[in-house]
């Protein structure tokens, strides 16, 4: 029997169905999922306070003439911000697989 004959026999067999994984969360997790909370709040707010100084700092940066170095930390703190609220929708797509 050649291998091409076995593939097309094992084919429905493997076709018929796929894993499926149903995350459950352990016991005793909720104090786990405050402190996560905890800090994904955290991160927000630093986030915010990092757009505060920034543009506090382009202001001063304007105003007394010099190297404008606060586009870079605007621009750290958008895509630290996104990347930390994305973070529960990017692990739970990967979990699920895309779904």
Same mark, same amino acid.
């Given at each position: 029997? *050649? ?11 493997? %076709? ?5 994984? +149903? ?5 005793? *997790? ?9 800090? *994904? ?8 306070? +990092?757009?505060?100084? %920034? ?14 170095? +606060? ?5 750290? %703190? ?5 990347? +930390? ?15």
């Amino acid at each position: 029997m *050649s291998a091409t004959a076995l593939l097309m026999d094992a084919y429905p067999l493997l %076709a018929q169905g796929g894993i499926t994984i +149903s995350p459950k969360a352990p016991p005793e *997790s909720e104090r786990l999922l405050n402190i996560v909370r905890y800090i *994904s709040w955290l991160a927000m707010v630093a986030g915010i306070a +990092s757009l505060i100084y %920034a543009g506090g700092k382009f202001g001063w940066e304007r105003f007394h003439g010099g190297a404008l170095e +606060s586009p870079k930390i605007v621009l750290g %703190a958008l895509v630290g911000g996104i990347l +930390s609220t994305s973070a529960g929708g990017i692990m739970n797509a990967i979990v699920t697989g895309g779904g």
